[in-house]
DNA sequence: CTATAAGTAGACAGGTCTGTATCGTTTGTC
DNA sequence: GACAAACGATACAGACCTGTCTACTTATAG
């Protein structure tokens, strides 16, 4: 493997033992071993543990709103389909066999002073995923388009967490059918 | 102290450990040292720390759906306004300094594994919930109070996951608002 | 080709984790 | 008041944690 790519992979594997086992669970050492790295190149590129979960929080962010942006382009075209096609984005998220639920929650409960820079990077993403409503919202041209951002961003989070405990994934069907009643006339 | 209300103690000292710090990073030492007890004494009531996670859930469990029942009944005794009730229940909890998210959730976010106890004990909390909602639908004579119920959980997670991380009590409100407004006509 | 940077392997330090063993003390009960 | 159960204090085992150090090897750039 090229060098460059070594901590791209490094990242990657490290992101899906943190998603699956939480930040805590998952060592160091299981990192490395998945990743098939010396302890030294870890250390080497990121100076500490909590410096690699902020690194894998900024990929799987980049990662989730990039696929987020794209699934919604591809499937629908005509603004208000585009807010109802994040919920189908999310169900697919859910059905799959790599949803532990929002890696960004856990984060944040595991790591739950506010000034760690974990959390700060939790408060990050959901604030973007927030834009990106209001972005949409606007296109839509809703009347409060943050207002209804916040709405969209609240029915995602409550998807989210009932479908990592209740283990359906139409939990997103559920807040998508919310999302049209509640969105449509304000 | 009374022997028969050091067990309760214990379980209440480890519940504010666990929610302020997670479940990884709150190790039993701290736990006993807050508790002012012997290690021996925490594993004469639990055969492991798992083992007391689970009776902390418990007892978490219990007292957060009592609190919500008792709360509820005394701020209003109409059906439906008691199903908004327990959005203003939610944002008390949110507004106190001791909200660190969802006790349930987070033990969920560190034991992923679903065949695990203490992830068992947070699905069970879940449909407890989700029966004292449809129990309020019902009463409210919602059409399909089954759907309701889930409607008003999947709403409860939204604004807790919301207030968590961007640290705002308002979101209860927010989703006070959508209940209202989705849940009247169905 | 050669210098330099980055990689590997693995021992190791120092701390923390869960859980156990020992033993003297306190407390509730009969 | 005596006895048994529970508790406190503490040392300890053994595993695992993050992070460092040394020594050797490989790959890349000039």
């Known amino acids: 493997m090229r060098r460059a790519l070594k901590k791209d992979h490094l ?24 990743a098939g790295i010396a302890k030294t190149t870890l250390y080497r590129h ?12 900024r990929r799987v962010d980049a990662q989730y709103r ?9 499937s629908a075209s005509e603004p208000w389909q585009k807010i109802l096609a994040t919920f189908d984005v999310l169900e697919t998220w859910f059905a799959g066999a790599t949803f532990f639920g929002c890696p960004f929650m856990s984060a944040a409960s595991e790591y739950g002073d506010r000034s760690n820079p974990v959390f700060q990077e939790v408060v990050m993403h959901k604030r973007l995923m927030v834009a990106y ?10 009347e ?15 998807a989210t967490a009932v479908a990592q405990v209740i283990g359906e994934a139409s939990a997103a069907a559920k807040a998508k059918t919310i999302a049209a009643k509640v969105l449509k006339e304000t």
Do not use: C
């Open 11 to 34: 990242i990657e594997v490290a992101a899906k033992l943190f998603n699956r086992y939480g930040y805590h669970a998952a060592g160091v050492d299981r990192v490395i071993a998945e």
């Open 46 to 57: 990121f100076k500490s543990k909590d410096d690699l979960i902020v690194a894998v929080l």
């Open 66 to 74: 990039d696929n987020m942006r794209e699934a919604v382009d591809k």
């Open 133 to 142: 409503f209001e972005e949409l919202a606007r296109g839509a041209e809703l």
């Open 144 to 158: 409060n388009p943050h207002r209804a951002a916040e709405t969209i961003h609240l029915l995602h989070e409550g």
